[in-house]
């Protein structure tokens, strides 16, 4: 009997090769692809001749320098750098004739929602992408990690990839999340635990009950997270939710097929018996919403509880916590439920999903954004957004005072026009709160749900959402 990790399955089934230095040749069944981190290596390939042998298995969109104002997307791009990068994306994915949802696509938005909602990714597979939050597409059970710049150019130029393999921590939940308690909250849990470097050397395998109840979009969030609590990857074993999901999908196998992948995706479920290096158990049915205080993804507490002080914390911890309380200005003692906002912004590849701007229209229907605070809606893709137009939750969010936009990373990092200004406080249902990471050096940001996010917005300051109609 095999004792196998689903990590072990796939690794070993897309190794090719030990390395002389150690390391494993791994063959990469999708590499996705955007402007930022393509342009250099593309350059490199086409200087040694080289082309790109398995075009079929690399799929580009464009999404971090996107402006998300419909104005904004007609060519030239105002930003000079920004359309450097599109057009040099252009170019190269048509020359090596690679798939490219740019932005006339009604497919564009960003690599982590997109892939995920067309069914390219599937579980079993390796993905990789010049992105730390790739990570995200593990939920499908996938192995899936972030790579640099010379590692996206030896993919494009060989389909494979010289990687480590890590160890594999089980983290097992026990208990089931509340009403109002979402995946969000779960992952920043598990990253304020276990830390953000935690998970140096690891891959997290998700499981348990609060993880099988969580339907794919939410297990996404989970994944994405995995980055930022220091987990090379993070996956969760194929069940019937990953199935159902996939079904019908666009790149998804149809009728009999799809029930030949089927019986692979379930032989590939870590054994019952696997071995893991680690296994952390985590009761998350006293979960409250989480916000963070500080300006790493682990200084995170429940909405109503107090924000520690630093000399009550492990000594490694003091000294960033102090830096990061003169930075947000946030009093240790006092919950982060009552600090005003100035900023609500939702989207991103972690909760710029259908189910995300669900969850905050249930809490935005019938009322409105505060007046103090500039409030903005940026679905993850095109095809969200449509989606959503389509239920008419777009009218929910327009009729509080959200800005309605078109799908990119938008303020997740700033990169196009939307920005936050000063030291504005921002209520974000991004994955990073670091300094500046939102476009202003003195930009303060409070990650949350996005239920947690539309209960801000209105309330204009940081709110537990459980307390509101709708939220729970
Ligand atoms: C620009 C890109 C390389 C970067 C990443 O790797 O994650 C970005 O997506 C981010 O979230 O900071
Ligand atoms: S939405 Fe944010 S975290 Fe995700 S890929 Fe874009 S910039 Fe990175």
Request: hydrophobic share 35%; with cysteine; aromatic share 6%.
């Amino acid at each position: 009997m095999s004792a196998d990790t689903l990590y072990d399955k796939v690794w070993d089934q897309h190794k090719v090769a030990d390395l002389p230095n150690g390391q494993d040749q791994l063959f990469i069944g999708l590499h996705l692809i955007h402007e930022v981190t393509s342009p250099q290596p593309f350059s490199e390939l086409r200087e040694r001749g080289i082309e790109v042998p398995y075009p079929e298995r690399n799929v580009a969109t464009v999404d971090h320098i996107v402006p998300t104002q419909p104005e904004g997307r007609e060519r030239p791009l105002a930003d000079e750098s920004a359309e450097g990068m599109l057009t040099a994306l252009e170019r190269n994915t048509s020359e090596s004739d690679i798939q490219f949802y740019g932005l006339d696509s009604e497919k564009q938005g960003i690599t982590h929602v997109v892939a995920p909602e067309l069914g390219l990714t599937q579980p079993g597979m390796t993905v990789v992408c010049g992105d730390s939050h790739t990570a995200t597409h593990g939920a499908f059970g996938s192995i899936a990690f972030g790579i640099g710049t010379s590692q996206v150019r030896d993919v494009l130029a060989s389909q494979c990839v010289a990687a480590d393999k890590a160890d594999v921590r089980r983290i097992e939940t026990e208990g089931r999340l509340g009403p109002g308690v979402h995946s969000k909250d779960l992952i920043l849990k598990i990253i304020a635990e276990l830390g953000v470097d935690g998970g140096v050397g690891y891959v997290y395998e998700y499981g348990g009950e609060a993880i099988r109840d969580l339907s794919m979009e939410e297990r996404l969030a989970v994944c994405n997270m995995s980055i930022e609590g220091g987990a090379r990857a993070g996956y969760i074993n194929p069940d019937e939710t990953t199935y159902e999901f996939l079904r019908g999908r666009e790149f998804a196998p149809e009728g009999e097929a799809f029930e030949e992948r089927k019986a692979y995706w379930e032989s590939i479920r870590s054994d019952p018996d696997a071995d893991y290096d680690d296994v952390v158990h985590l009761d998350v049915s006293d979960l409250a919403p989480m916000v963070t205080w500080g300006t790493n993804p682990g200084q995170a507490v429940g909405v109503s509880e107090p924000v520690p002080a630093p000399a009550d914390l492990p000594e490694g911890k003091r000294e960033a916590a102090r830096t990061a309380q003169d930075h947000t200005g946030v009093e240790p003692g006092e919950p982060m439920a009552g600090y005003d906002i100035d900023v609500a912004f939702l989207g991103t590849c972690t909760n710029g999903r259908v189910s995300d701007f669900r969850e905050a229209a249930a809490v935005l229907e019938g009322r409105e954004v505060h007046d103090d605070v500039r409030a903005l809606a940026v679905p993850g893709s095109q095809t969200v957004k449509s989606k959503l137009e389509a239920e008419g939750i777009d009218e929910v969010f327009r009729e509080a005072g959200f800005d309605w936009r078109e799908a990119g990373c938008s303020m997740c990092l700033a990169m196009n026009d939307d920005s936050l200004e000063g030291d504005e406080r921002c209520a974000s249902s991004s994955n990073r709160n670091y300094v500046g990471r939102q476009g202003s050096k003195d930009g303060r940001t409070v990650l949350m749900s996005p239920a947690m996010v539309a209960a801000a917005a209105v309330a204009g300051e940081v709110t537990d959402v459980r307390e509101m109609e709708g939220g729970a």
